[in-house]
């Protein structure tokens, strides 16, 4: 039995891989690194099936370390130390060869076991590479997270998965040998997610059901797969429509379709944690200042979330969803921050005007710092009509208050503290 598409068409080097092309592009940033000479500890971030395995053992080979692998699932701190404990007795790390630790799915280690890390990657006994599908800021600790650098790898497009059609086609003797005819390509590229695994895989399933020299159609492709692939797929097309069902029903205001899509995704088995996320992120951009306190009971969800996890945890997103969707909405806070980087990318740094500058010094007084600054609790309603933006930007209006329940009276003060900006 010959070994999967995916793995027959695995890159061997960083000119083979698809994709990622500012990591490992010709000038891309881990590439330089690496022609240095430099192989620090890494921690690669990105959805499945966009070579952080590949890119480990590429690292690897290149830099003529031994390579170690475990995966988090079934490995714990026992296997760590046992690593360890070869890289010591070996004593590569003294010859400037430290060998790569590679741990899949990192995000699965306990604190414990990502404690007993630490102390091997901070003397340099191994260079540990990390491989996760979950933000490193939630679920890998502090300490390890300093002791790496993060790189995010990102799904492919449909560039890229053409470009990975086209290689297959051409050069797996199996495919060739098949004869089939692709006369249409965009639901295998729809079924992909962006992954480069999966649309491999999902190819080597539909030319194996097809005759020698069949034609393959996006209504095969869909007939095929659509008999073989979950209902629900946490890293696939599924799960980014259905989560984007489950945060337009909740914008929209419609408890009931909000907690129909939750309850898709918690029978498909999604991660708690990742439903939790998308509530903060929805409390602030679509409610905002409407109402403050959907972020704290959003926040709140998420922290018991990550106390008492499933299937407990289905009331309190229950609750958080029927509030947020019951809740008054505004998205001004989300426009503004929005606009104001908008108008940094445009403009650049501009200088802070001098009246707000520090003055710690008697020079920066005789320059000007600070000179003029009018402190605003020394006036009436601690209000002061003074400049704050750059000259340039005088003005300038970034946060426009919605006229509801939340923000109303907000918008009569700011009209009448600052008509220039707001007298429309």
Not at 207 to 225: A, F, H, S, Y
Not at 337 to 362: C, F, H, Y
Request: proline residues 4%; glycine residues 8%; neutral net charge.
């Amino acid at each position: 039995m010959h070994a999967p598409l995916a793995e027959r068409l695995r890159p061997i080097n960083f000119d083979d891989i698809i994709g990622q092309k500012k990591l490992i592009g010709k000038e891309g940033n881990l590439r330089l690194l690496l022609k240095q000479g430099l192989v620090p500890s890494l921690i690669f971030w990105g959805p499945p099936g966009v070579g952080k395995t590949t890119l480990a053992q590429i690292i690897a080979k290149q830099s003529g370390r031994k390579f170690f692998t475990l995966s988090a699932i079934n490995s714990g701190v026992r296997d760590v130390r046992e690593v360890i404990g070869q890289a010591q007795n070996q004593g590569l790390f003294a010859q400037g060869k430290a060998p790569i630790l590679f741990i899949d799915e990192i995000h699965r280690f306990s604190k414990s076991q990502q404690d007993s890390l630490l102390g091997a990657v901070e003397k340099g006994i191994i260079v540990l590479i990390g491989a996760t599908t979950e933000n490193p800021s939630f679920e890998v600790i502090p300490a390890l997270r300093s002791r790496c650098q993060i790189y995010t790898l990102e799904s492919l497009n449909a560039e890229d998965l053409q470009e990975l059609l086209n290689r297959a086609l051409s050069k797996d003797s199996w495919l060739i040998d098949r004869e089939v005819k692709l006369t249409e390509k965009e639901a295998l590229m729809r079924y992909s997610g962006g992954d480069a695994r999966k649309f491999l895989n999902n190819l080597e399933l539909v030319v194996g059901q097809v005759d020698k020299g069949g034609e393959i159609t996006n209504q095969l492709v869909e007939k095929i797969l659509q008999n073989t692939n979950t209902q629900y797929d946490k890293n696939g097309e599924q799960h980014y429509d259905i989560i984007s069902a489950f945060i337009k029903s909740i914008r929209g205001s419609d408890p009931n379709a909000g907690l129909y899509w939750l309850a898709r995704m918690i029978k498909g088995g999604e991660d708690p944690k990742f439903i939790a996320r998308r509530l903060l992120i929805l409390a602030s951009e679509d409610i905002g200042l409407a109402n403050p306190n959907a972020l704290l009971l959003a926040n709140a969800c998420f922290e018991t979330i990550e106390k008492i996890g499933w299937p407990e945890g289905r009331i309190t997103l229950g609750q958080c969803v029927v509030y947020l969707a019951n809740s008054a909405k505004s998205n001004s806070a989300y426009l503004g921050i929005n606009k104001a980087m908008a108008e940094v990318d445009k403009t650049g740094d501009l200088a802070v005007p001098l009246s707000l500058r520090n003055a710690p010094s008697q020079l920066m007084k005789e320059l000007g710092y600070g000179q003029d600054y009018q402190y605003s609790h020394n006036y009436q309603d601690n209000f002061s009509n003074q400049e704050f933006l750059p000259a340039a930007l005088s003005g300038s209006v970034f946060y426009e208050p919605a006229e509801n329940i939340g923000e109303k009276k907000t918008s009569e003060v700011l009209k009448q503290r600052w008509p220039k900006y707001y007298s429309k």
